[in-house]
């Protein structure tokens, strides 16, 4: 069974500051990995995911994430927030061999002035 | 292109109505799936299909029916809505990695 835990419900963050968002996952096979961002009252948004290759990955918004296998983690960083990130963070993985995606709980982030 | 489209937006049901969540998209992707998510538990599957004529349970099937006529379209429907199935439901599509996402249903139940 696959599962993904992402370890803080909540990130407050001063503007213009570094903020990392954690992903953990829990899977017996090969997994593609994802990180989703939803603005209020909005649908999904791809951000980033890691399918194979690099494992630092890119993505838009200046967001970036990191997968480590043998720690199984898909953290997401961005060195600079600014207040129009303010928004909900969702990792979530896929089994590479079909379509079974689990999200985690999501992260709240909260971008102060 | 208009992806995935789902309507309505937002509906207020009563306890015992029935409702159907329309999903649509137009890129010719084998898979569809619905979710609901709800404060604290990201998104769960309901209900998924592979192709037109094949559907499957997700984690969370239970008080939803789906059906899968042509590539384009699948709808999800509660016979009998409850009060806990509050929640706001997306339709996803995928030809490969990534999914992509309607932008929700907002269904209220009372």
């Known amino acids: 069974a696959q599962s993904v835990t992402q370890l803080d419900s909540q990130v407050p963050v001063f503007e213009e500051a570094p903020v990392e968002l954690r992903c953990n996952y829990s899977s017996s096979v090969s997994v593609y990995l994802f990180w989703y961002v939803q603005y209020p009252n909005q649908g999904l948004q791809l951000l980033l995911k890691y399918l194979s290759g690099s494992t630092l990955v890119k993505g838009i918004n200046g967001f970036e994430a990191e997968f480590n296998k043998s720690q199984t983690s898909f953290h997401l960083r961005k060195p600079s927030v600014h207040i129009s990130d303010t928004a909900e963070y969702l990792c979530?993985?896929?089994?590479?061999?079909?379509?079974?995606?689990?999200f985690g709980a999501g992260t709240r982030l909260f971008v102060k002035a | 292109n208009a992806g995935v489209t789902q309507t309505p937006k937002f509906h207020i049901l009563k306890t015992g109505q029935s409702m159907t969540l329309q999903c649509a998209q137009d890129m010719n992707h084998g898979y569809l799936s619905w979710y609901r998510q709800d404060p604290g538990m990201g998104l769960r599957r309901i209900h998924y299909?592979?192709?037109?004529?094949?559907?499957d349970k997700g984690e969370v099937p239970d008080g939803y029916n789906v059906s899968r006529s042509n590539t384009e379209d699948f709808p999800l429907r509660l016979e009998s809505a409850a009060p806990s199935q509050t929640s706001v439901y997306f339709c996803?599509?995928?030809?490969?990695?990534?999914?992509?996402f309607g932008d929700g249903t907002r269904l209220s139940i009372l």
């Open positions: 299909s592979v192709a037109a004529g094949i559907t």
């Open positions: 979530a993985v896929t089994n590479t061999g079909g379509f079974k995606t689990i």
């Open positions: 996803a599509s995928s030809g490969s990695q990534p999914q992509h």
